[in-house]
């Protein structure tokens, strides 16, 4: 199984589904989602490509959780301050 895959199997249990986020708006799951990973809320720009994403259909609110472990932990030479600063905060 790819790790999407895994993500996606987990958003429909029903241990998610009684948990906190479920049924909550999306920003707010995406910024949870945030503040769970890296101890701050989505950037603007980033909440914004997120929530256009979901609710055009392109991802699902799980595959911002692969997304987003992926890019912290394949961050490599950035110049992008904010995404050393993650990397750094990473909670694994």
Do not use: P
Not at 20 to 36: A, C, E, R, V
Request: glycine share 4%.
């Amino acid at each position: 199984m790819q790790l999407k895959d895994i993500a996606k199997h987990l958003s429909i249990q029903d241990e998610y589904k009684k948990s906190t986020m479920h049924g909550k708006s999306l920003d707010f799951q995406i910024n949870q989602l945030y503040l769970n990973l890296f101890s701050r809320k989505a950037d603007f720009a980033g909440l914004s490509y997120w929530l256009r994403s979901v609710e055009l259909g392109s991802n699902d609110i799980s595959d911002l959780v692969c997304d987003l472990i992926l890019s912290s932990s394949n961050l490599c030479n950035s110049n992008n301050n904010q995404a050393i600063i993650d990397k750094k905060n990473f909670r694994q």
